[in-house]
């Protein structure tokens, strides 16, 4: 299996020259293996995806046609792309961050439900009392503590109990949209709006705005600066440092003395942190009121996100862009190609799968060894 | 009030059955899975897809029996393709469940949604409280037959693990891969076939949901009942028998906010609603340990770690 022909094709021109002494570039070419695999994956299930529209009636091309439409093409739909995207990021950071650490957190769904609801409750006593700056800013220290609190309790679970992390987390999920459902159909209900079961609106002013200039709200650039910032805590610090080597190898981590413990809370807690932000960005920018629509799936997009990006934190935000963009031309796709909603899950779904099928290929093509000896997996 | 209880405790326990009957079908399927050495964290989505097909394929041929074949079918389709991913070198078992996990759930909303409206024949059930003047009594042991269906294969398969050179072969590749390769057995064919016949059988536990209880197919129908059926393997410590204890005993757990519905209490419905999750956690805290792997857990099991 070592002819490194097939996949040339799509590797960077840059890595193509012949390295012959520079370190750089011979590591250029061994990382790039790592944009190869999954860009050959993403194609790869474009493909099938294109099989199976043309199997039910439907024209690839009109699809892609109206991605670009209704996630790319406008000004308009570009920054409804950027909108949607920070929640993308924030969730597929309480993916990542864990990962870094071993293990495979999937409630950010939860985090985000709970942090956003949390919000929305600790305002309904401060609406019109409190100035809206600190209201908000109570709003996402409460957005934050709770949802860390609730992936930190996987965490701790994993740590101290050795219980399963994917599915504690999974489950919890399950129990945070329950406990959001018996306040807002409960106690917090807000009786002047008999339709949907939700809490007290923020109202305007107390509104988080825009980024000036935009029409996308400041969720997506705290999304990025906090992809920044986490890129550097995981790669530069002695606390991500700590964090890989008990990723890495936890018996070696444990007899290097590490606060393996506290490591793994931490990270669980970072990771449910991001997600109670998304949840309130949703809150305070989007619906203005808590309730059943926190729901979305975008905690189980930012899960895909997350593989994708490698759970790399600077990678998961163009990679988030892309799957907001195609979140946002849901609808549209729905209206015009008469195609159920359901259409964007089966993408990411077959995404998803291929992708990780496509890990297999890691390692078995010469062409990303450049350095003889040298194992790269 | 001591009327009202029995009430309650009549309504739990025929919810109990009912309620019991996918989880069973889940379990039973995850734990041939894992006895193999493998994880399928995908049969939440298998148990949608199941539902949807078994829903569809009951609406078009009048036949509820051909649409719980129909989910089985779809269920090993999901299964098999899960095995031969994993079969892979470098693939990441629990990840591909997942991804099959949404992959399921999102093909079973697209082709599900022209049968939220229509009705489709339900599964008969067997009226087994003839004998009681009691309505409630009556209606709860209207049992389907699907339940006893579960029953049997969970004997049968606890008899063959033990007893048939299969269940050695199932045992040996799930506590040491290298063992069953000395043997001469192929481990990724085993892994295989156990995946895609536990997918059968939680497709079947799917058609149980949409063709008998509750009986109708729409979005919501299943919130996680099939992870937390893979949860109540570890808690049945891989076991066929106690998985049906358990998927009982979380039946009864799921059937309390109806149950006490139905006498008039919904106060702090949503809890009890969240009731089988938070149960579940609570035993996976009280049975799992940080020091030891659990007992009579699979060897090559990745969650062992």
Same mark, same amino acid.
């Given at each position: 299996?070592?002819?490194?022909?097939?996949?040339?094709?799509?590797?960077?021109?840059?890595?193509?020259?012949?390295?012959?002494?520079?370190?750089?570039?011979?590591?250029?070419?061994?990382?790039?293996?790592?944009?190869?695999?999954?860009?050959?994956?993403?194609?790869?299930?474009?493909?099938?995806?294109?099989?199976?529209?043309?199997?039910?009636?439907?024209?690839?091309?009109?699809?892609?046609?109206?991605?670009?439409?209704?996630?790319?093409?406008?000004?308009?739909?570009?920054?409804?792309?950027?909108?949607?995207?920070?929640?993308?990021?924030?969730?597929?950071?309480?993916?990542?961050?864990?990962?870094?650490?071993?293990?495979?957190?999937?409630?950010?769904?939860?985090?985000?439900?709970?942090?956003?609801?949390?919000?929305?409750?600790?305002?309904?006593?401060?609406?019109?009392?409190?100035?809206?700056?600190?209201?908000?800013?109570?709003?996402?220290?409460?957005?934050?503590?709770?949802?860390?609190?609730?992936?930190?309790?996987?965490?701790?679970?994993?740590?101290?109990?050795?219980?399963?992390?994917?599915?504690?987390?999974?489950?919890?999920?399950?129990?945070?949209?329950?406990?959001?459902?018996?306040?807002?159909?409960?106690?917090?209900?807000?009786?002047?709006?008999?339709?949907?079961?939700?809490?007290?609106?923020?109202?305007?002013?107390?509104?988080?705005?825009?980024?000036?200039?935009?029409?996308?709200?400041?969720?997506?650039?705290?999304?990025?600066?906090?992809?920044?910032?986490?890129?550097?805590?995981?790669?530069?610090?002695?606390?991500?440092?700590?964090?890989?080597?008990?990723?890495?190898?936890?018996?070696?981590?444990?007899?290097?003395?590490?606060?393996?413990?506290?490591?793994?809370?931490?990270?669980?807690?970072?990771?449910?942190?991001?997600?109670?932000?998304?949840?309130?960005?949703?809150?305070?920018?989007?619906?203005?009121?808590?309730?059943?629509?926190?729901?979305?799936?975008?905690?189980?997009?930012?899960?895909?996100?997350?593989?994708?990006?490698?759970?790399?934190?600077?990678?998961?935000?163009?990679?988030?862009?892309?799957?907001?963009?195609?979140?946002?031309?849901?609808?549209?796709?729905?209206?015009?190609?008469?195609?159920?909603?359901?259409?964007?899950?089966?993408?990411?779904?077959?995404?998803?799968?291929?992708?990780?099928?496509?890990?297999?290929?890691?390692?078995?093509?010469?062409?990303?060894?450049?350095?003889?000896?040298?194992?790269?997996? | 009030?001591?009327?009202?209880?029995?009430?309650?405790?009549?309504?739990?326990?025929?919810?109990?059955?009912?309620?019991?009957?996918?989880?069973?079908?889940?379990?039973?399927?995850?734990?041939?899975?894992?006895?193999?050495?493998?994880?399928?964290?995908?049969?939440?989505?298998?148990?949608?897809?199941?539902?949807?097909?078994?829903?569809?394929?009951?609406?078009?041929? &009048?036949?509820?029996? $051909? @649409? =719980?074949?129909? #989910?089985?079918?779809?269920? !090993?389709?999901? +299964?098999?393709?899960?095995?031969?991913?994993?079969?892979?070198?470098?693939?990441?078992?629990?990840?591909?469940?997942?991804?099959?996990?949404?992959?399921?759930?999102?093909?079973?909303?697209?082709?599900?949604?022209?049968?939220?409206?229509?009705?489709?024949?339900?599964?008969?059930?067997?009226?087994?409280?003839?004998?009681?003047?009691?309505?409630?009594?009556?209606?709860?042991?209207?049992?389907?037959?699907?339940?006893?269906?579960?029953?049997?294969?969970?004997?049968?398969?606890?008899?063959?693990?033990?007893?048939?050179?299969?269940?050695?072969?199932?045992?040996?590749?799930?506590?040491?891969?290298?063992?069953?390769?000395?043997?001469?057995?192929?481990?990724?064919?085993?892994?295989?076939?156990?995946?895609?016949? &536990?997918?059968?059988? $939680? @497709? =079947?536990?799917? #058609?149980?949901?949409?063709? !008998?209880?509750? +009986?109708?197919?729409?979005?919501?129908?299943?919130?996680?009942?099939?992870?937390?059926?893979?949860?109540?393997?570890?808690?049945?410590?891989?076991?066929?028998?106690?998985?049906?204890?358990?998927?009982?005993?979380?039946?009864?757990?799921?059937?309390?906010?109806?149950?006490?519905?139905?006498?008039?209490?919904?106060?702090?419905?949503?809890?009890?609603?969240?009731?089988?999750?938070?149960?579940?956690?609570?035993?996976?805290?009280?049975?799992?340990?940080?020091?030891?792997?659990?007992?009579?857990?699979?060897?090559?099991?990745?969650?062992?770690?």
């Amino acid at each position: 299996m070592s002819t490194g022909a097939p996949t040339a094709s799509e590797v960077p021109a840059v890595a193509m020259k012949p390295a012959a002494g520079s370190d750089f570039a011979l590591r250029l070419r061994a990382n790039s293996e790592y944009v190869a695999i999954p860009a050959f994956a993403l194609l790869m299930a474009a493909l099938l995806f294109a099989l199976f529209l043309l199997a039910i009636g439907k024209s690839p091309i009109d699809f892609v046609a109206y991605v670009w439409r209704g996630g790319f093409g406008t000004a308009f739909s570009f920054q409804n792309t950027l909108q949607r995207s920070s929640p993308l990021i924030l969730t597929a950071l309480a993916v990542a961050i864990p990962a870094r650490i071993g293990l495979i957190m999937i409630g950010a769904e939860g985090a985000l439900v709970l942090g956003g609801f949390a919000a929305a409750a600790i305002a309904v006593p401060m609406i019109g009392v409190a100035p809206p700056f600190l209201t908000l800013a109570i709003m996402v220290v409460a957005a934050i503590a709770v949802g860390g609190l609730w992936v930190g309790i996987a965490g701790y679970l994993r740590y101290a109990r050795g219980v399963n992390e994917t599915i504690a987390s999974l489950l919890l999920t399950y129990i945070g949209i329950a406990i959001m459902n018996f306040f807002v159909e409960g106690v917090l209900r807000d009786a002047s709006n008999p339709n949907k079961p939700s809490t007290k609106p923020l109202g305007d002013a107390y509104m988080v705005g825009k980024i000036p200039g935009t029409d996308v709200h400041w969720g997506f650039a705290v999304g990025v600066l906090l992809a920044i910032a986490l890129y550097i805590l995981m790669t530069r610090t002695t606390f991500g440092f700590a964090a890989r080597v008990t990723g890495g190898n936890f018996r070696a981590a444990l007899a290097q003395g590490l606060p393996v413990g506290k490591l793994i809370v931490s990270c669980a807690m970072i990771a449910g942190g991001c997600a109670g932000l998304a949840g309130f960005f949703e809150v305070a920018a989007i619906q203005g009121r808590a309730n059943a629509s926190l729901a979305a799936g975008y905690g189980f997009t930012g899960i895909l996100v997350s593989f994708l990006a490698r759970h790399n934190p600077l990678v998961i935000v163009p990679v988030a862009i892309l799957f907001g963009g195609l979140v946002a031309s849901g609808g549209l796709i729905q209206r015009r190609m008469d195609l159920p909603d359901a259409t964007v899950l089966v993408l990411q779904g077959l995404i998803f799968v291929v992708l990780l099928t496509s890990e297999t290929l890691y390692g078995r093509f010469a062409f990303f060894k450049p350095i003889k000896g040298r194992d790269r997996t | 009030m001591n009327d009202g209880l029995a009430t309650v405790l009549i309504a739990m326990l025929g919810g109990a059955i009912r309620v019991s009957t996918p989880f069973m079908f889940v379990a039973l399927g995850e734990c041939l899975t894992e006895k193999s050495g493998r994880v399928n964290l995908g049969l939440e989505g298998t148990l949608v897809l199941g539902a949807m097909v078994a829903y569809a394929a009951s609406y078009h041929t &009048g036949s509820p029996w $051909a @649409g =719980v074949f129909a #989910a089985g079918v779809a269920g !090993s389709a999901l +299964g098999a393709m899960h095995g031969s991913i994993c079969k892979l070198p470098k693939v990441n078992d629990v990840a591909v469940g997942i991804a099959m996990m949404l992959f399921g759930t999102g093909v079973a909303f697209f082709f599900g949604k022209p049968y939220i409206q229509p009705t489709a024949p339900r599964l008969p059930s067997l009226p087994l409280g003839g004998w009681s003047d009691s309505s409630s009594l009556k209606s709860a042991l209207d049992v389907n037959p699907l339940f006893f269906v579960g029953i049997v294969i969970a004997i049968v398969m606890a008899w063959a693990l033990r007893n048939t050179r299969w269940g050695l072969v199932v045992r040996t590749v799930g506590d040491s891969a290298a063992a069953a390769r000395a043997m001469g057995i192929s481990v990724d064919l085993v892994r295989f076939l156990t995946t895609t016949v &536990g997918g059968f059988l $939680a @497709g =079947v536990g799917g #058609a149980f949901l949409s063709l !008998s209880y509750p +009986g109708s197919w729409n979005q919501g129908l299943s919130s996680g009942q099939g992870l937390m059926a893979v949860a109540l393997v570890i808690f049945a410590r891989w076991n066929p028998m106690r998985c049906v204890i358990a998927a009982l005993l979380f039946g009864g757990a799921g059937a309390i906010g109806p149950a006490l519905q139905s006498v008039g209490i919904t106060q702090g419905y949503y809890f009890f609603n969240a009731a089988p999750y938070i149960l579940t956690l609570v035993i996976m805290i009280a049975t799992s340990s940080a020091k030891r792997s659990a007992r009579d857990m699979p060897g090559e099991l990745s969650m062992a770690r």
